[in-house]
Antibody, heavy 125, light 110 residues
Framework: QVQLQESGPGLVKPSETLSLTCTVS????????WSWIRQPPGKGLEWIGY???????NYNPSLKSRVTILVDTSKSQFSLKLSSVTAADTAVYYC???????????????????WGQGTLVTVSS | QSALTQPASVSGSPGQSITISCTGT?????????VSWYQQHPGKAPKLMIF???NRPSGVSNRFSGSKSGNTASLTISGLQAEDEADYYC??????????FGGGTKLTVL
């Protein structure tokens, strides 16, 4: 079955760029959306953005100015870059797959499954 | 965009049923049957429990069911068990082509 694994630095300095990679194994990266979600310690989940395997993206408006999500189909990986980080960006970052749901003349990103195990990123000097 | 509204906490005794609500707007929950629910135990990644309002993935107990009326979706857990104690989150597709999470509900099994 498909498995996702996040990787990247666990500590980032304020004002720098957070960079994470999600590696997909056990299945194809094609024909799906791929997403990043985060969860600050003790708080709820926040959707960051998603990318279609073809490269089309959509981001949370509250983070859009600082987020870039890219996909590398040759490596079965997608990545997250979040610039100008502050302590408020400290969180567990999850990657997840989103199946494409086509109905009523449109195709929609829908539910998240499976998820990676998550990786804690702390923003601190 | 605003998060979907969930109660902060709900509780029930073993064997009872509970319902968690998820309220959005006519731009998200009310306009699309693309609501999903997730269970999250402490220190673990969320797990998909319901998709497309009322569908259960393979392997999820039939004690979990979903529904929707207007701008509010609901997750019902029947025959509560101790292992159901967890945080639950709803998600909906939005007309702005984005995805919204609810604030989360902590379920306590008394």
């Amino acid at each position: 079955q498909v498995q996702l694994q996040e990787s990247g630095p666990g500590l980032v300095k304020p004002s720098e760029t957070l960079s994470l990679t999600c590696t997909v194994s056990g299945g194809s990266i094609s024909s799906y959306y791929w997403s990043w979600i985060r969860q600050p310690p003790g708080k709820g989940l926040e959707w960051i953005g998603y990318i279609y395997y073809s490269g089309n993206t959509n981001y949370n408006p509250s983070l859009k100015s600082r987020v870039t999500i890219l996909v590398d189909t040759s490596k079965s990986q997608f990545s997250l870059k979040l610039s100008s980080v502050t302590a408020a960006d400290t969180a567990v970052y999850y990657c997840a797959r989103i199946p494409v749901n086509c109905s009523g003349g449109g195709c929609y990103p829908n539910w998240f499954s499976p998820w990676g195990q998550g990786t804690l990123v702390t923003v601190s000097s | 965009q605003s998060a979907l509204t969930q109660p902060a906490s709900v509780s029930g005794s073993p064997g009872q049923s509970i319902t968690i609500s998820c309220t959005g707007t006519s731009s998200d929950v009310g306009n699309y049957d693309f609501v999903s629910w997730y269970q999250q135990h402490p220190g673990k990644a969320p797990k998909l429990m319901i998709f497309d309002v009322r569908n259960r993935p393979s392997g999820v107990s039939n004690r979990f069911s979903g529904s929707k009326s207007g701008n509010t979706a609901s997750l019902t857990i029947s025959g509560l068990q101790a292992e159901d104690e967890a945080d639950y989150y709803c998600t909906s597709y939005s007309s702005s082509n984005t995805l919204l999470f609810g604030g989360g509900t902590k379920l306590t099994v008394l």
